[in-house]
């Protein structure tokens, strides 16, 4: 099982949006600042690959859910870019 895959759909939270804040490819994660008040949302490399994206740029505009982590925490799956 990978870090990102999710055990059951209720771990979901629906879709949000946001602006990535950055997103390094080499270090393969980033951050999302989201629209909604509340901390930045983790997002990893394997999560913008599953969404068929090659990357993402900073000041770049996505719609993303919520999935929860095994550690507990959470991080944007899903994704795809708002024009």
């Avoid at 490399?45 to 900073?58: C, D, F, K, R, Y």
């Avoid at 925490?73 to 708002?82: E, H, K, Q, Y």
């Amino acid at each position: 099982m990978t870090p990102l895959a999710r055990t059951s759909p209720k771990e979901t939270t629906g879709m949000a949006q946001g602006t990535v804040k950055w997103f390094n490819t080499q270090k393969g994660y980033g951050f999302i600042n989201p629209d909604e008040d509340g901390n930045d949302v983790f997002v990893h490399i394997t999560a913008v690959q599953n969404s068929g994206l090659t990357g993402l740029n900073e000041g770049q505009r996505v719609s993303y859910e919520l999935a929860e982590q095994r550690n507990g925490r959470f991080a944007a799956v899903d994704l795809s870019i708002v024009d």
